[in-house]
């Protein structure tokens, strides 16, 4: 079944990247380096476009940082990588950009809160100034509305407005309302500063799925802008996965929303890139896009006292992620191929047969034999140790996207 894009957007350009007007829904996000650290700024992003990212925002808070950013550009162009890059600022972004003209020359896109461009009669000067530069130099802007930085002048006055008017309404609606007052009178204030509506994109991030789906939903039958979707405030590992999945699968599944980023708090030290697959699968579940192999493997259960399976499907998985920036270059549509690593015989060869490559191991008292299915047939039997049964299976892959995907054509 696909997904209708029910929300007719404008197509906005970033870089070499359509968002909206129909465009397949783009993947974003955002650096955890200090911007100022040129080679580990660089480095991360290399690595977040080899895991799937297709635009990457980077902080511009200070001087330093806005200096950094045309060397962060030629870098990353020198090594072939032609990912969009994003500002993200706060309270000085006016300063900044006017300031440092090849800060603004390099970027593809702005990111402007406007909750942190000011105050009063400041806040519409400062805006606009912002607005003024992505003008002149030709760039798209995403006004990116945020639940906890909201305009307190604009919150205020609607919650004094309920007071006195006895209008009945929380708390949590009237700020879902100032969500989306601020977003569409801060687009209407960016295309009076000179944008045209086709370079605005527009997110209201909340930290609460079933408030993303509210406010989307509104959004969405209020302007024809393209839609960024994403927790502000996802969290850590499963909750932060799951509360993702629960509010953009919803939107996305009734064809709302053109980019959308998985804000997972890492764990210590660890890897930026989860939130970049977890952004991918969630779009490749829904039949949207293909980023990578997909491999089904069982959860296991009493039959399947070994976990040789599942140390086998976590190797090939690992495995899969190592070598698709290589893929991609080399082979057409690799990104849809399936496998299938099963732990016993109940649901083992359905699975490894509807798989193009599948492998079906011992449970508890079976054989020990392990049948390999290739596009529905069985091809061949692997035995021996799990590292043998590992190398093995990996050459198995290795030759079937060699034999079966075309080449990428050179470019002259």
Known sequence: MNIARLHRTLGVTVGRVQVGGGAPVVVQSMTSTDTADVP???AQILALTDAGSE???????VAEAAAAVPEIHR??????CTTPLVGD???NGHLLLTRYPACAAALDKYRINPGNVGTGVRRDEQFATICGVARDYNKAVRIGVNGGSLNQELVMRRMQENTDRQLGRSSDEILNDC???SALTSTALAVEAGLREDQIIISCKVSRPLHLIDVYRRLAKATRQPLHLGLTEAGMGIKGLVWSSAA???????????????SLTPRPRGDRCEEVYAACELLQSLGLRSFSPSVTACPGCGRTTSATFQELAERIQAYIRERMPEWKREYDGVESMTLAVMGCVVNGPGESRAANIGISLPGTGEAPTCPVFIDGHHALTLRGTYE???AAFQ????DYVATHYPRVAVKV
Do not use: K
Not at 55 to 61: A, K, P, S, W, Y
Not at 75 to 80: A, K
Not at 395 to 398: C, F, I
């Open 395 to 398: 050459r198995l892959v290795d």
């Open 55 to 61: 635009l990457v925002r980077i902080t511009v808070n």
């Open 40 to 42: 580990g700024t660089v």
């Open 248 to 262: 953009m699968g919803v939107l996305l599944a009734e064809g709302i929303g053109d980019t959308v980023r998985v």
């Open 75 to 80: 870098q990353l162009r020198d090594q072939g």
């Open 89 to 91: 600022f706060h309270y």
């Open 179 to 181: 969500m989306i007052e």
């Open 388 to 390: 043998e049964l590992s």
